[in-house]
């Protein structure tokens, strides 16, 4: 079997040295197979593991080698579609219970960090950027929605306090959120993994599940052994495949760029983003971007449906970069790549059980990095019995793509360059 390395990006790059983990092979036997060593995978484990269950983990690449070891890095609360969206969408009971879980995955981050002494570059605050009046008004009402389900460290932000924030002349005002803040994706993930495997937790990479066989006690195959568990749960993400066909259907894999610049000197750095936040603007297809420990911009932005790797990323994502900051037009690229993330038609998170076994939560539509750790701790709860907050997300209601696998890719598109239009005209 191939083995596959994680991608050449900056954060596989500059990653925490890991153990080598072994393949599963033979039979195993445990109370819970996780599929998927990514963020649901290894928050679902963590939280079960300090609950007193015996928990193994197969992977088909390495740990946190998709969307988790790959994305903008960026801890953003709340939900791909906001909870206004969410309460015109279900009951006042349900959309309560979501609202008060919107804000819970960053402080599971933040608790994760400080109890496992996870070194991963945590840094506080984040922006939401405003290119035209229409998005400001968009901030001033989504904060009164976060103010009302008591996320309080807000603020708001106009033409000169951005500037104060981020060396721009985009932006017309914007919103700051204390409780966002960015870290090193992938020495998250990998920081999360050691602490599964200090509580006694296995993680088996390059050991793709090749099949679920369904039952009272499921077994995951993987090409050179399989695990007998109680409970499987079903992490993949937009690296699943067709392992789950029901799943399949309901969500589509899409790719986003990302690029590195090569360090920055101290007073460039400090002059782009002078308190070191993070920002994204309010686009539909949003541009986000940040500095990492070592004084590199990340600039990341562009979707492209079907997760087709593009040929040339640096020529999609480096005119973002410079129309926000035309003083880098002399900085060179270091890294340039792309991850996938898992698309819904409603944008929401989908959550449930297959028969009375198999768990999964994939979906995060491009909003993962906190709501993954929610999902583990809600997916960790009902294996418990506790089947509140994970009845609220199961309950959500879910389309398939239009025409299945076949018409997702042009239909999502033509959706694209309609909102990618809104945003260029401003409506």
Not at 190 to 211: H, N
Not at 236 to 258: D, W
């Amino acid at each position: 079997m191939a083995h596959t390395a994680y991608p050449q990006s900056y954060y596989a790059a500059s990653a925490t040295p890991v153990p080598q983990r072994p393949a599963l092979q033979g039979e195993v036997e445990t109370d819970v197979c996780i599929i998927g060593a990514g963020y649901t995978g290894l928050s679902t484990a963590l939280f079960l593991l300090e609950n007193g269950f015996k928990v193994s983990i197969v992977e088909a690449a390495k740990v946190g080698f998709g969307a988790s070891g790959r994305n903008g890095g960026q801890i953003v609360n709340s939900y791909s579609r906001d909870i206004d969206v969410i309460e015109r969408t279900v009951g006042p009971k349900q959309a309560q219970l979501l609202g008060q879980m919107a804000f819970e995955g960053g402080r599971i981050i933040r608790e994760r960090i400080a109890k496992y002494d996870i070194q991963c570059d945590l840094k506080d605050g984040g922006v939401f950027a405003a290119l035209t009046t229409k998005q400001m008004g968009h901030l001033e009402a989504q904060k009164k929605l976060w103010e009302r389900y008591g996320h309080t460290q807000l603020e708001l932000m106009d033409a000169k306090r951005i500037r104060e924030v981020v060396a721009s002349e985009n932006y017309i005002g914007g919103m700051l959120d204390m409780s966002g803040g960015h870290i090193h994706p992938l020495n998250l993930a990998l920081g999360e993994a050691a602490a599964v495997e200090s509580l006694g937790g296995v993680i088996y990479e390059q050991s793709p599940a090749t099949r679920i066989e369904r039952g009272a006690n499921p077994v995951v195959h993987t090409p050179e052994g399989r695990i007998k568990a109680k409970f499987v749960v079903v992490a993949g993400n937009a690296y699943l495949g067709n392992l789950v066909p029901e799943l399949a259907a309901k969500s589509m894999p899409c790719g986003t760029q990302v690029i590195t610049t090569e360090p920055l000197s101290d007073e460039l750095a400090a002059s782009l983003l002078p308190q070191d936040y993070c920002v994204e603007d309010c686009n539909y297809l949003l541009d986000y971007y940040r500095l990492t420990g070592d004084k590199r911009l990340i600039y990341g932005g562009g979707v492209v449906y079907g997760a087709r790797d593009p040929a040339n990323i640096e020529a999609i994502i480096r005119p973002k970069m410079l129309k926000t900051f035309p003083q880098l037009k002399d900085v060179k690229i270091d890294f340039a790549w792309t991850g996938n993330f898992l698309l819904t038609l409603s944008r929401l998170p989908q959550v449930g059980r297959i028969g009375d076994n198999i768990y999964y939560s994939q979906g995060c539509s491009g909003h993962g990095v906190t709501y993954t750790h929610l999902a583990g701790k809600v997916l960790a709860e009902a294996l418990r019995g506790q089947a509140e907050r994970f009845d609220a997300f199961a309950g959500l209601p879910h389309y398939p793509f239009p025409g299945g696998r076949l018409f997702q890719v042009p239909f999502s598109a033509i959706g694209a360059w309609y909102y990618t239009l809104r945003d260029k005209l401003g409506v």
